[in-house]
Every structure is written in C-alpha cells, then in structure tokens.
C-alpha cells in the first residue's frame, strides 16, 4: 500500500451528504463549488505519490458516493467493484482519454465514467508545436552548450537544424488535436499535410483547401492535403511526424524499430498522446545511430520512468507530460471532471453537444458534460424529452 495517512487528505465541504473522493488535489476552486454545490463532502489527497489500488479502495471506506481519479491509476474492474460495493454511482476522469479505465468493468457495475473533453485541445496541440520546433532548432541542445560555458562567439555551423517552412507534415491521428495542431503548422508555417486516420477529416480537408485559396488569392504556392491509406507510405514522405493516436492494443508500439528505419534520415518525430505509441528503446537506438534525426517526447512509455539513455540522447528532446499544463486547462478538466460526478450523484442527463464550454462558467447546465459510456448505460440526453 501507499505509504498515505490521515494527515494526507483535505476534506472540503464536511457537512455534505455525498462523499467524494479525489485522489490528487486539483488547480483552480470551481470545481469544489461545483461539487459543494451539490452536497458533496469532498475528501481530498495531497499527497505527491501514485496511489495504488489498495490506498484507493482504503480511501472508499464502508461508503463512497463518488470519485475523481488521474490517467497514473488503473481504473479496473476490481476498483471499481470496490466503489461499487461502497455505494458508489460516479466517476471522473481528470483526462480526455481513458486508456487507464476500464469501461466495460465500470458499464457492468453501471457506473458512469466521465472524461474531460475540449478543454485540452489548443494546450496540447500547442505543447506539441513547441516540441517540433525545439527539436528542429536544437534548442535544448544548445541550451546546455551555453549553460555549460562553451559558447565563444557565433559561428557559421554552429548548431544547424532544420527548416520547417513548405516542408512536408505527417500525422497520425487526426482527431481534435491532431487537428489543431496540423492547422498551426499548416497556416503558420505552409507545410504541406499527409494524416493517416481510419476516417477521413473532412473539416481539416476542408480547412485546408480554403486556406490554399487564400494563399493563391495572394499570389503564394497553395498548400495540400491528402489522407494516406498507408502508415508506411507517410513514414517516407513526412519531414515530421506527429503521433496523435489513441492507445489500445493495435496502436501500441505504432512507432518501433522497423517503422522508424521507414522514416527519414533527418525527420522529426513528436509524440504527445500516450508513450507506449512508441517503442522507447527502440528510438534511442535509432537516435544513437541516426544523429540527423531527431524526436520530442511528452509522453513515456513507463511513466514516470523513460527507457536507458533516453535523457542522455542530444538529439531528443523530453519534457515530463506537460501537454495540458496552462493554468486554464488545468483548471478547466478538474471543472469538467467534478461536474461529471456533481451531475451523475444529482441524476441529471448528459449534455448532447462537443463543445463543454459552458461548463467552466458558474452558470453551468444541469447535465454532465461528457459521460464516455452515457450510451451503454441508456442515461438521458440534456435537451431530449424526458430529460431537463
């Protein structure tokens, strides 16, 4: 067990005749109004450490109406058959994704789960436009060599990297943020766009059609955009390449030792979804023997741990899962997280639209924002007859 005790916990909201546990103390403080709001006693850990299964079901006690866990804990079938068993009817994900729940456990136990959409988007997508050109433009590198005191004076070789402008944008994934982070190389930078996607993305197709127009209206080279219906076919042709997959059991290791010999010699690969998309040691590897190319990593494979000589590799550049770290986002996931679990305790039905915008204000609708497995689980649509 977790070396947790009773000095490690806040409790907010102690006459509320609902409990609730969080398992991390969250930014910002809407989202305890929100659940003070509707009779929440809110019992929060503060403590730093990754809490096992064993401190979780410790914290459900004999009773437990709620809960509010983090994408380092896995959410399965005998967690939540213990909060289950302790009464609860609700769970928030503080994520968008939910690689680290298992739905189908919490759907039998007709629990609800609830995730955190919208909010995380133009953050992450901006986190990943960072590690593009930090690793392009050998920031970190560089950065070191300055800090080390070997700098002395400008010259002509010095630290060349590469160029981004009109060269070629690989993505894999083209949801939300793959999406938004297309658009801001795309139109900032006219980079030409191959994705490979199940489906295609007909607003991004769309989107960059009408910017090409725009461009030759003002006398530029139009950009272009194709869905590929080959990974391999992309890996070739990308000057970066940027992973924005989901996880499951046919995207793990998308990226390995064979793929990443399919790649350029001096492409940049960027992942800030989920680690395990790309096999670790497999890329140092590539990265020892290739030193033209180069990666940006948000993400890891075992977090909090990185793969042997990972960190020491010049050509990577690493920041510890940072993608959704604004104060805004932050604040706005532990919003969406609590209104999950507000909403589900209160019985109120799930919002029907994408955008959860209107719940990061006071005035927020009586529904939960996102409920993953609202289907499954035959809970009402807000706005659809019968539902408030």
């Not at 096992?52 to 914290?59: E, L, N, P, V, Y």
């Not at 390449?241 to 989901?246: G, I, N, P, Y």
């Not at 499951?248 to 680690?275: E, F, P, V, W, Y």
């Not at 005035?363 to 689980?377: D, T, W």
Request: with cysteine; aromatic share 6%; proline share 5%.
């Amino acid at each position: 067990m977790t070396d947790i005790g009773t000095d490690d916990w806040a409790v907010h909201n102690p006459n509320g005749s609902k409990r609730v546990i969080v398992t991390k103390e969250l930014p910002g403080d809407l989202w305890l109004e929100a659940l003070a709001a509707a009779d929440c006693r809110v019992e929060v850990c503060t403590s730093k450490k990754v809490l096992d299964r064993a401190t979780i079901k410790a914290a459900f006690g004999s009773h437990c109406d709620g809960a509010i866990g983090q994408l380092t804990e896995a959410w399965d079938a005998d967690l939540f058959g213990a909060l289950g068993a302790a009464g609860g009817t609700a769970y928030g994900n503080y994520a968008v994704g939910y690689d680290n729940v298992d739905v189908p456990a919490a759907t039998a136990l007709k629990i609800p789960v609830g995730n955190t959409p919208g909010v995380l988007t133009d953050t992450t997508a901006e986190m990943a436009v960072a590690l593009t050109f930090a690793a392009a433009r050998r920031v970190v590198e560089s950065s070191r060599y300055l800090a080390d005191g070997l700098f002395t004076g400008w010259l002509p070789g010095l630290f060349l990297g590469k160029l981004l402008h009109r060269r070629t944008l690989g993505l894999i994934g083209a949801g939300r943020i793959g999406a938004a982070y297309a658009r801001a190389l795309v139109e900032g930078h006219k980079m030409d766009l191959v994705y490979y996607d199940v489906r295609a993305n007909e607003e991004l197709d769309e989107y960059v059609a009408d910017y090409s127009k725009f461009l030759q209206a003002h006398g530029q080279r139009p950009v272009t955009c194709r869905r590929i219906e080959s990974l391999e076919e992309l890996l070739g042709v990308a000057d970066v390449v940027s992973v924005h997959a989901s996880l499951n059991d046919g995207t793990r290791h998308i990226i390995d030792g064979a793929r990443l010999a399919q790649m350029k010699d001096d492409a940049i690969l960027i992942n800030s979804s989920r680690g395990p998309l790309v096999d670790e040691e497999a890329l140092v590897a590539h990265c020892r023997t290739h030193p033209e190319f180069s990666a940006g990593l948000d993400v890891f494979e075992h977090e909090p741990e990185t793969a042997p000589h990972l960190l020491e590799q010049p050509n990577i550049v690493a920041v510890p899962h940072l993608g959704s770290a604004t104060g805004w986002t932050r604040e706005g996931m532990a919003t969406l997280a609590a209104r999950n679990v507000a909403a589900m305790l209160n019985g109120w039905p799930v919002w029907g639209d994408p955008d959860t915008s209107s719940f990061l204000t006071t005035a927020a609708p009586q529904a939960a924002p996102s409920i993953v497995n609202a289907g499954e689980l035959g809970l009402p649509v807000f706005g659809q007859e019968g539902s408030s």
